[in-house]
């Protein structure tokens, strides 16, 4: 069971997605950048990108134009605005963001947001920008500190706790 999913991890509308934010230079964070920075054994399972951009709104239209070429003859994507919720702040929570929705699930795709101003938040893994493991730990520290984001909590702790297993296993292999 726990195979089949992690093959499901890397569809052809993932390698769409990734060449785009290749070609762009933007940075991806979340749960895809924590399963490029984990072994694969450690990885959570996840469907949609979260991707920092410093454009946004012009590579939002541009990744679903990139997703649209796929199937030229359907119109399978489209574009909606929203808001994260929680205080404004530095982890993005709050921020506008730009979602990309599949027309036939209603299931996001593609979250597209402004990023902090951190310049040492990203590094490269086979040519793409991924969140680093320390921003994670702090940007989960944070949403497990704020009361008003408890609906993540969970999710987030399970995240820190898989974070810390990796960071202890690395420390006592040396």
């Known amino acids: 069971m726990r195979i089949k999913k992690m093959k499901l ?5 993932s390698a769409d997605i990734e060449s785009y934010v ?19 054994y450690m990885a959570r399972y996840t469907t949609d990108y979260d991707i ?8 939002v239209v541009g990744m ?6 796929r199937r030229p003859t359907t119109d399978d994507y489209y574009i909606r605005r929203t ?11 709050g921020k506008k963001v730009y979602r990309i929705v599949d027309k036939e699930t209603e299931e996001v795709v593609v979250d ?4 902090p101003d951190d310049p040492n938040l990203s590094h490269i893994v086979r040519g793409i920008q991924y969140q680093t493991l320390t921003h ?9 500190a704020d009361p ?10 399970r995240d820190l706790n898989r974070i810390n297993n990796y960071l202890r296993q690395k420390r006592n292999q040396w």
């Open 136 to 144: 994670q730990k702090m940007r989960l520290q944070v949403i497990l």
């Open 112 to 115: 597209y947001s402004n990023p």
């Open 9 to 13: 991890l890397y569809t052809p509308v």
């Open 83 to 93: 808001a994260i919720p929680g205080k404004d702040d530095y982890y993005g929570y």
């Open 22 to 40: 290749k070609k762009k230079r933007n940075i991806i964070y979340g749960a895809k950048a924590m399963n490029a920075n984990l072994p694969g």
């Open 64 to 69: 679903e134009r990139t997703l649209e070429r």
């Open 148 to 157: 008003a984001m408890k609906f993540r909590h969970e999710k987030a702790q």
């Open 52 to 59: 920092w951009s410093r454009k946004p709104t012009r590579d």
